[in-house]
C-alpha cells in the first residue's frame, strides 16, 4: 500500500478510537419523556411550498408509551408526523387521522431505529405512512390541502409546546420536502442507512432539513449525540479511503501531465541546439 494511505488509513482509525464525533455523521436528539421537552420555531418561507404535495422523513428510536406521541407538526394537525406509527395526520378534516391502532410491523421496531415517512398528494387526496421502506398504512379521501401560514409553527419532539402528547424518544436526519415522495424513493432513504446526512435526488424540494432543526433552540430536556452505530465507523473509513484514491489519481494526472510537458521542453531545447 502507498506511504500515505497507509498513514491516512491509521490516522481514521485512530479517530474512531478516540471517541471523537466522525466526519459527516449525523447528530441525534433524545427527547425527555414530559411535556417540556421539545423544539418549536417558525421556519422559513420555503414551508410554504407544501401545501398541496409534502413528505417529511425521519429516523426514529425508542418513542415514549404515550399512544399520541407526535415527532413532528406543522401547525399542530395541519401535518402531524405520529412517533409510535399511529395518528399521523395531514389537513383541516378531523377524519384524516390514520392508523387508528400501531401496525405489528411498526411495534416490533419501535425499540431499534427504524426509518419512517409521512407522504401527502393533493391531487390523489391520499397519504401514505412508510417504515423501513414499506407502505403500513394509507390514507384515501382526504380533502383540502396543507395549510400555510407566515406564523404556522413546526415543533418537533412534541404536538405543541407544552402538549401532554410528547415524543419522548430519538429522532435524526428529519427533513421535510416539498414534493410526494414515491415508493422507491423513500425505499431509496431507507436503504442509504443512517450513518451519514442524507444524501439524494430530492435535495431541490427539500424545504426543512435536519440541520435547520438542530439550529434551533431547544426547550428541557433534548440531548444531542451521535448514535453508536458500529458498521457506521467502516463505512466512514470506506469513503475516507474513496477520497484519498481519488486524489492520488488526481495527482497522479498531474505527475503524468508535468512528465510530458519537461519531455517535450527538453526535446524542443535539443532541436534548438541542433538549429544552433
Given at each position: 500500500?502507498?506511504?500515505?494511505?497507509?498513514?491516512?488509513?491509521?490516522?481514521?482509525?485512530?479517530?474512531?478510537?478516540?471517541?471523537?464525533?466522525?466526519?459527516d455523521r449525523l447528530q441525534a436528539l433524545k427527547f425527555g419523556r414530559n411535556e417540556d421537552s421539545y423544539i418549536s420555531f417558525v421556519p422559513g418561507m420555503a414551508?410554504?411550498?407544501?401545501?398541496?404535495?409534502?413528505?417529511?422523513?425521519?429516523?426514529?428510536?425508542?418513542?415514549?408509551?404515550?399512544?399520541?406521541?407526535?415527532?413532528?407538526?406543522?401547525?399542530?394537525?395541519?401535518?402531524?408526523?405520529?412517533?409510535?406509527?399511529?395518528?399521523?395526520?395531514?389537513?383541516?378534516?378531523?377524519?384524516?387521522?390514520?392508523?387508528?391502532?400501531?401496525?405489528?410491523?411498526?411495534?416490533?421496531?419501535?425499540?431499534?431505529?427504524?426509518?419512517?415517512?409521512?407522504?401527502?398528494?393533493?391531487?390523489?387526496?391520499?397519504?401514505?405512512?412508510?417504515?423501513?421502506?414499506?407502505?403500513?398504512?394509507?390514507?384515501?379521501?382526504?380533502?383540502?390541502?396543507?395549510?400555510?401560514?407566515?406564523?404556522?409553527?413546526?415543533?418537533?419532539?412534541?404536538?405543541?409546546?407544552?402538549?401532554?402528547?410528547?415524543?419522548?424518544?430519538?429522532?435524526?436526519?428529519?427533513?421535510?420536502?416539498?414534493?410526494?415522495?414515491?415508493?422507491?424513493?423513500?425505499?431509496?432513504?431507507?436503504?442509504?442507512?443512517?450513518?451519514?446526512?442524507?444524501?439524494?435526488?430530492?435535495?431541490?424540494?427539500?424545504?426543512?432539513?435536519?440541520?435547520?432543526?438542530?439550529?434551533?433552540?431547544?426547550?428541557?430536556?433534548?440531548?444531542?449525540?451521535?448514535?453508536?452505530?458500529?458498521?457506521?465507523?467502516?463505512?466512514?473509513?470506506?469513503?475516507?479511503?474513496?477520497?484519498?484514491?481519488?486524489?492520488?489519481?488526481?495527482?497522479?494526472?498531474?505527475?503524468?501531465?508535468?512528465?510530458?510537458?519537461?519531455?517535450?521542453?527538453?526535446?524542443?531545447?535539443?532541436?534548438?541546439?541542433?538549429?544552433?
Amino acid at each position: 500500500m502507498n506511504t500515505m494511505l497507509t498513514i491516512v488509513c491509521l490516522l481514521v482509525l485512530g479517530t474512531l478510537g478516540s471517541g471523537d464525533t466522525l466526519p459527516d455523521r449525523l447528530q441525534a436528539l433524545k427527547f425527555g419523556r414530559n411535556e417540556d421537552s421539545y423544539i418549536s420555531f417558525v421556519p422559513g418561507m420555503a414551508i410554504s411550498q407544501i401545501t398541496h404535495e409534502a413528505s417529511v422523513c425521519a429516523w426514529l428510536k425508542n418513542p415514549s408509551e404515550n399512544k399520541y406521541s407526535t415527532v413532528f407538526t406543522y401547525n399542530g394537525h395541519n401535518f402531524r408526523l405520529a412517533g409510535r406509527g399511529m395518528y399521523n395526520h395531514v389537513g383541516s378534516s378531523s377524519s384524516s387521522y390514520f392508523p387508528s391502532t400501531t401496525p405489528s410491523s411498526v411495534t416490533a421496531v419501535l425499540a431499534e431505529w427504524h426509518h419512517v415517512c409521512l407522504t401527502f398528494s393533493a391531487a390523489s387526496k391520499e397519504a401514505k405512512y412508510y417504515v423501513n421502506g414499506e407502505v403500513v398504512a394509507t390514507k384515501s379521501a382526504i380533502s383540502g390541502t396543507i395549510s400555510y401560514g407566515s406564523s404556522y409553527k413546526v415543533t418537533v419532539g412534541n404536538f405543541a409546546p407544552g402538549s401532554s402528547r410528547y415524543y419522548g424518544g430519538e429522532v435524526t436526519d428529519l427533513n421535510v420536502y416539498s414534493r410526494t415522495l414515491t415508493g422507491e424513493e423513500v425505499q431509496e432513504k431507507y436503504m442509504a442507512g443512517m450513518c451519514f446526512q442524507e444524501r439524494g435526488s430530492q435535495e431541490d424540494s427539500k424545504v426543512l432539513s435536519w440541520n435547520d432543526v438542530l439550529k434551533q433552540p431547544r426547550t428541557g430536556s433534548v440531548t444531542e449525540f451521535v448514535p453508536p452505530i458500529p458498521h457506521c465507523e467502516v463505512m466512514v473509513l470506506k469513503e475516507e479511503m474513496e477520497e484519498l484514491r481519488d486524489q492520488e489519481t488526481t495527482q497522479n494526472k498531474k505527475i503524468e501531465d508535468l512528465i510530458e510537458e519537461v519531455t517535450t521542453l527538453r526535446k524542443c531545447q535539443k532541436k534548438c541546439k541542433s538549429t544552433d
